[in-house]
């Protein structure tokens, strides 16, 4: 199955602590997107990755996420001191074209 | 900003009804439009798109899509649903940087 890959698939962490969550995209896509999903927001872009290219982090709610994709492939999406509207579904995609293929998604939760 | 609205937050329906789902987008130029599903516990996945060309499009499982550039509309419909279609639907358009801005999405839930 050379599907998008994400991990952990659950997470839960205490406020104020720090968070990494992994993508691994299908392989041969250059772009690489990361959403969130959550009650109140629905789903919202955070950023985006397209080969060598400076990422679009317009998305970004704050200065405490953060992202990297290393060697044009897996990519890392960190959260620095947790708030509890951090808890959400964060879902990874990737593409060669237009339609982008989703993750199974990690579910966040800060207690 | 380009923003999608989704009409219905809830619907439900009982088996072999026709559905309707609204989505209008507020972007007057070139428009990718997409229709996602998601099933109870599973991940994001496309059900059709809308690129150019033939504005009627077809997608899995016996949806289709109008586009209508007019009234800035993209409504999902299927004409007969089944228990199997209850999931959570979201339109999306591309933005001007490739990232896809979502609808609020419907949740659909079939009867039996």
């Known amino acids: 199955g050379a599907g998008v890959s994400q991990s952990p698939s659950n997470k839960v962490t205490e406020k104020g602590k720090d968070v990494e969550l992994r993508c691994d995209p299908i392989?041969?896509?250059?772009?690489l997107y990361w959403y969130r999903q959550s009650l109140g927001q629905g789903l919202e872009f955070l950023i985006y990755?397209?080969?060598?290219?400076?990422?679009?982090k317009s998305g970004l709610p704050s200065d405490r996420f953060s992202a990297e994709r290393t060697g044009g492939s897996v990519s890392t999406l960190t959260i620095q001191r947790t708030q509890q509207e951090d808890s959400a579904v964060y879902l990874c995609?990737?593409?060669?074209?237009?339609?982008?293929?989703f993750g199974p998604g990690t579910r966040l939760t800060v207690l | 900003a380009q923003s999608v609205s989704q009409h219905n937050h809830h619907v439900i329906l009982s088996e072999a009804a026709s559905l309707e789902l609204g989505c209008n987008y507020s972007?007057?130029?070139?428009?990718?439009l997409f229709w996602y599903v998601q099933y109870p516990g599973q991940h994001l996945q496309l059900l059709l798109k809308?690129?150019?060309?033939d504005p009627l499009v077809k997608g899995i499982k016996g949806f289709e899509a109008e586009f209508i550039k007019s009234k800035f509309s993209f409504n999902l419909r299927k004409p007969s649903v089944q228990w199997s279609d209850t999931a959570e639907y979201f339109c999306?358009?591309?933005?001007?940087?490739?990232?896809?801005?979502w609808g609020a999405g419907t949740k659909l839930i079939i009867k039996p």
């Open positions: 995609a990737s593409s060669r074209g237009v339609e982008q293929f």
């Open positions: 392989s041969g896509h250059t772009a």
């Open positions: 990755f397209q080969g060598n290219s400076a990422p679009d």
């Open positions: 972007y007057g130029g070139t428009v990718n």
């Open positions: 809308y690129f150019s060309g």
């Open positions: 999306a358009v591309i933005g001007s940087n490739y990232q896809l801005i």
